[in-house]
Structures are given as C-alpha cells and as structure tokens.
C-alpha cells in the first residue's frame, strides 16, 4: 500500500529538485560541455508504430499532434481508437497472444495490475535512465507529481508493493472528485455548500426545487454495481469516513464499523436527495444529468466533467456552477480517490527504442501542456499546472474566478490511489459494490450485506 | 447408374467420392470440432491469461459455480429472457405479418419499414433505448407522463431491468419473427384460402384453422432461431445494464464475458460458456425434432 500525500512529496522534490540542479552544476563545472549526451530523435527514423487508443479527450488532443511527432522523429504513427470495454477487449487479446501489434497503448493502474503480472509489459526504468534515448534534464521526470507517478509502480506481489519496483507506466491526465453546484439554486433554497457529510444529509430534504423545465432533484451521483463504486466517488465517501479496503495489518475493512456507518450515510443520502432510478446511475448518465439542469448538487463525481459543465454547446448550466472540496468526514478527516490514465509499452513490441521514444514525447512538458489545452485534463506534472495559459483557460471555471483550479488543487493533495494491487482486483470491488446496492435496493441490513461481501471478497483472496 | 454397370468403375469412383469428402470433413473437423474440444477442455483448467500456469483442475469450475448464488440467479435470468423474448415476439411478430399478409396500396412501405431495427447493431439499440429508457430524461416517460400516467423505472430497478431490456430485444428482433412468418403466410395456396371463402369462412376463422395451421412449422422456425439467440444475449444488456441493477439483468453470458474479458479467466469462463451450449443444445434438439414433425405434418412428407 501506498499513500500519495502529495503536499509532503512536493515538499520532497523540491528539495530533490535543489539537489538535482546543485549536482548538475557541479557536472558543468567539472565536465566539458561536450560530454552530454545528446539524444538522437531521428534514431529510429522510418519505423511506424501502432497505438491502441481508449476514446478520451487526451486522444482529441493527441491526433493533431502526432504530425508533430513524426516530423521530430521520422517515425510514422498509427492508431486504432475505440471505446472502453471494445478497447480492453483487443488490448487483452493482442497483449495475450504476444504479437506485439500494438507498441504503446493506454492503460490504468486497475488493467496493468493484470498486464504487469503476465509479463505484458516493459518495465520503463531503463529507458527512463539510458542517455541515448532520454535527456533527462529535458525529461525532468521530477516533474511528475510524486504520488501520480508511483501509481504506475509496482512489485508484481499481490495487495502490496504499490509504488514501489518497477515503473510499468506514465501518467497522461488524472483525476479526482469534488462536489459541483448550482450558485444561483443553492442561493433560492438559502442554503450554504455542505463542509461535512454531517452537513449534507442535514440539508439533504431541503435540496429540490422546480426548475423551468419541471422539478430539479437534490443530489447525483453514479451508482452502479461496478468497481468504480467503492473504487472513486463512493470510494471517496469511505475514506474520509477513514475506511480503506485494508488496513495496516492487510486485514480487510469492508464491514468495519466506519464502513457500514459511511454506507448507510450513503444510501440515506440517495434515498433523502436523489431522484428513482439513482440506484442504476452510471458515470456518463451522472455527467449528462448533472450538466442538464436537473439537479442542483453533484456529490463526489469526476472533477473533470467540469469541462462538459463548462461548454456551453454540451451543458445547459455553463453559466451557473461551482465547485467545491468533498465533505469532510465524521473525524474531520478527507481523503479523495484517484484515477489516472497513463501509457504503457508492449514487452512484446518489435520496436521498443521507437515506442519509448513516443511515450517520452508524448509525456514530456511541452506536449503535455499543448494537450491540456486542448482539452485533456487534469495536468499530472507540476509544470503543466503553473503554466500561465493553461491556468488562464480554467479561469473562468467555477462560481469565483479560479475557484475550479483552487478545488481541483486542495483536492488533489488528499488524493490517493488507496487500494492493494490485485490482478483482479474489480473482481472484489464489484463485489463490495453489490453490497451497497443491496443494502439500497432491498433495504436490508446494511452490516450483514457488507460482511457477506467481505466474506466473499475473502474467499476470492484466499483461493 | 453407368458406373454401377461395372463394379471396379464403382468402386473406384466410390472411393474418389469419400476422398472428395474428407477434405470438407477434415475442415469441419479442425474448424469447429477441435476449438469446441478445446474450449471443454479449458473448462477443466484454471486457465488465467495473465498468469503463468495452467493446471487441469477436473470439474472445480462447475463445483465453484454450483456454489455460486449469482450463478443460479443468472441461470434464471437467462431463461427468463429467452422465455419472455421467444412468448412476446412470437405473438406479435404473428399480428404484424398477418397485417402485412393483408393486400393494400401502401404496403410496400410498411414491409420494407419493419425490417429496419434489423439493421442497427444491438449496442447501438442499446445505448440508444438507455437514453430513452432514463427515468429523469427520457422520451419513455415523458411520453408516460403526457397521458397522465407515472414514471416508470425501466432499467434502474431491479424489478423492471430485465423486462426492459426483454422490450429492446423485442424492439431488435420481433421484426425477424415477422417476416418469416409473413414469409409463412405467402406460401399458403390462394385455392385453399379461396375455398375457405366460398365455404363461409370469416376472416377469424380463415386465420385460426387455415393460416394458423399453416405457420406451426413457421412459428417453429421463429424459436429456432430466436430462442438459442435470446439465451446467448449479450451486447444489448452490456451497453444497458452491464448486469445489474444488482444481478437482475446479469445472464450466464454476461458472466462468461466478465471472467474471460475482465480477468482473463478462461477456465471459469469456458465452463459458462459450456453450460449456456448445452442450453442451447437442448432447446435447439427439441425445436428442432418439433420442426421435422410440423414439416411432415403439413406437407404430408
């Protein structure tokens, strides 16, 4: 297990960054110039590589550039795209059969937890090391938040070892949840954006009114029977109510007191707020309701949707949200969870120099900050988040100028992927999702329908 | 009959014969026969993609899957959904070929428009009939809502999910029943239909003792082709429900699909996999000896 504290870390490679520039000096200072290795970017000139491609804004922003790409490089790109579940359906059937068609594909921690077990994929370290290939002043792979990037290593040892071994990833865009709103609604009803969990089922029978458009509901938020669940917005609940899936000693948490309480919270908030049909939401449906006017508070979804939120074209509330940090829990506590999009190289790719090459492009600084404006968010490097354009388009985001950057920000420095690796570990949280479902469905008791879950989830660990 | 005349002739061309067939043979034999071995096989390991070893595990995934509550749910849901898909289309794909059986000027329209929900993928029907199946959004009950009557909850409660998602089916399909049984209908002799006529017949009696009688071996065709589908059912539940709400949509193919495609289990997957052909198997078996009967049965063979 690891925990991404990302204010400590930040802490932690300034100081590295103060080390690093001192040692680069002292090289300057004793080394000719000369001596640098200069890396080639023509080096595998006439290759072509083939990417696979998970419908996303980050490949809206990556296909105008990769003429970029093949101009700097003489390498040709090409790319298949596709939605989510056809996406990972190729994926597992070219990495399985070792063909090596796809170089570089776009992956997440969940899926390489399953990949980097099987041996799909290249560890990344050397090429990150070799000077031939990456100028690592250039590459400044400092530059990553810490926690991000650790989300893409790992030991291969099941439930422990996250961040640690091996790099099998880069990060492309991450995010994490908060709470969006209606200023101009919350205002009509008198009522102020929720601090704590407390606060919010407080105020949960009062969240409703009538829109032009017939009755605006309370609160939404996705709530399927899916890993995603206990895993991100739900997730996000349960562990500023300081539940985690395992503690310290590895012993799992699913039915704890802290948990059950979260959940029962949960589903009497869904129950008070959220309109029927809440118990089937998925992600898409969350964003589309929510950016339709129908509902004056989205609880713990995806920050990025703010840029749907925000597009006049897609949204009907483009000039009336705000956004806002998670609730705190009963202890005072938040803590967010995490989701990262990152690129992987094939173990089995026949041009490994070539496709590192890409990866190394396509996450350096200046690309990442040319894709962020383009739509793909949220930066997971410092650089891209001080960067003065990129700042300046999210301006304008959220009741008060600034106020998305302010969130998305404090937000992320409680974000954490919080979760064992597992090769199957959706299998599990899938599982616990059920539990929550049933205890909203069937009203049953919410204690006995968790520790049936982590019975279960049990069983899956041990066999 | 030249080549019986001379018995060495026969035998040779006999044998060219049985050559000629074991090519085909082979082709069946390595194209389907061995993959479906294969597949029974890996039902009886615990094949995982992403891990190194396989062992053969004899029948511990059919034992794990007996002990398995969301399997005997998914058994259920899956003939629940081959039942009520084949019992609803099957009458109405009966009352829309009858109307189209029915002479008039603007027929042409009306048969070449049936067809159409034949042409769109199921998870584009799907994702389709999601959006309009939304409680809080949706053209279904805003339509409810237009003649007075309350929201309805289609696919986000458990106790209309599967329904739903039977509806979307039947949206997709029942055309398919239609025209074959339309198909049916034309080939019943305008004498016989004539004579009926002439004999008094009205329009109810000529549908229930000629055309119905006519359309057994029909309708039989219908659930041959419907049922074994319905049972395999897969891409509209996964771009709706994904299984759920909780496990009311979760079919055995939603299964398989989840442990081959979600964590690479092949073993456990195989032997869903292999439950749902026996399904198939039996009903297929059955539909089909029924179908050899009406066959005879009507056209007196």
Known sequence: MFELKRGALIKGSVRGMAFALMCSLAAVAMAPASARAEVNWKQAEGATLNLLLISHP?????????????????IKVTFEELAEQPGFEKLLADLSSKTGAYDVFMTSPLNNWQYASAGWLEPLD???????????????VKDF?????????WTLEPMKGLGEGKLWALPINAESYQIAYRPSLMKKLGLEVPKTYADLLALAPKLKTEGPDGPIHGLITRF???????????????????????????????????????????VKLIRTASPEGAGAFTWDQAMQGFASGQYVMSLNEANLFASVYEDPKQSKIADDVGYALTPLGPNGKRAAAAWVWSMSLNSASKQKDAAWLFLEWVTSKDVMVKMHLAGNMNPVRHSAWANQELAAKVETWGE???????????????????????????????????????????????????????????????? | MASAASGKGALAGGRAIYIAMLAPALCLLFLTIVPFLDGVYTSLTNEKLYAG?????????????????TFWIALGNTLLYAGLATLIQIPLGLAVALLLDVPSKVQWFFRSTIALPLLIPPVVAGLMWKTMMQPQSGVLNWLLAQVGLPPFAWLSDPSTALVSIVLIDT?????????????????????????????????????????????????????????????????????????????ATRTLHVMAYEEAYRWSSLGRAMAIVFILWVLSYIFSTILLSLWRKEEMRFHGR
């Not at chain 1, 922003?61 to 003489?74: D, I, N, R, S, Y």
Request: aromatic share 10%; hydrophobic share 45%; with cysteine.
């Open chain 1, 224 to 266: 399927d029977k899916y890993w995603d669940l206990p895993y991100l917005t739900f997730g996000t609940m349960l562990q500023s109510y300081g539940v985690e899936m395992v503690d310290a000693s590895g012993k799992l948490q699913i039915c704890s007191d802290a948990s059950v309480k979260a959940t029962e919270d949960f």
């Open chain 1, 126 to 140: 050397d090429y990150i090391a070799n000077d031939k290939l990456t100028d690592a002043a250039e590459y400044d």
């Open chain 2, 171 to 247: 949206w997709l399909f029942m055309p398919l029943a239609a025209i074959i049984l339309l198909a049916g209908l034309q080939s019943i002799s305008g004498e016989v239909l004539e004579a009926a006529r002439i004999d008094g017949a009205n329009a109810w009696q000529t549908i229930r003792h000629i055309k119905l009688q006519a359309l057994k071996p029909y309708i039989v065709l219908v659930a041959m082709f419907r049922i074994p589908d319905a049972l395999k059912s897969l891409e509209i539940i996964y771009a709706t429900t994904r299984g759920g709400p909780l496990n």
């Open chain 1, 58 to 74: 980050f490949v809206d922003a990556l296909k105008p550039m990769l003429a970029e790409f093949t101009a700097k490089t003489g």
């Open chain 2, 53 to 69: 070893v396989t062992r053969f595990v004899g029948f511990a995934n059919y034992l794990k899957l007996a002990q398995n509550p």
């Open chain 1, 145 to 153: 938040i810490p926690g991000i990037l650790a989300s893409g290593r």
């Open chain 1, 400 to 463: 008060v100028p600034g106020q998305y950057r302010k969130v998305t920000e404090e937000e992320s420095e409680v974000a954490a992927v919080r979760f064992p690796p597992h090769p199957e570990l959706t299998r599990m949280l899938d599982r616990w999702a059920e539990a929550v479902q049933q205890s909203y469905f069937d009203n049953g008791n919410v204690k006995e329908n968790l520790c049936a879950a982590q019975e279960a989830v049990q069983q899956m660990l041990d066999e």
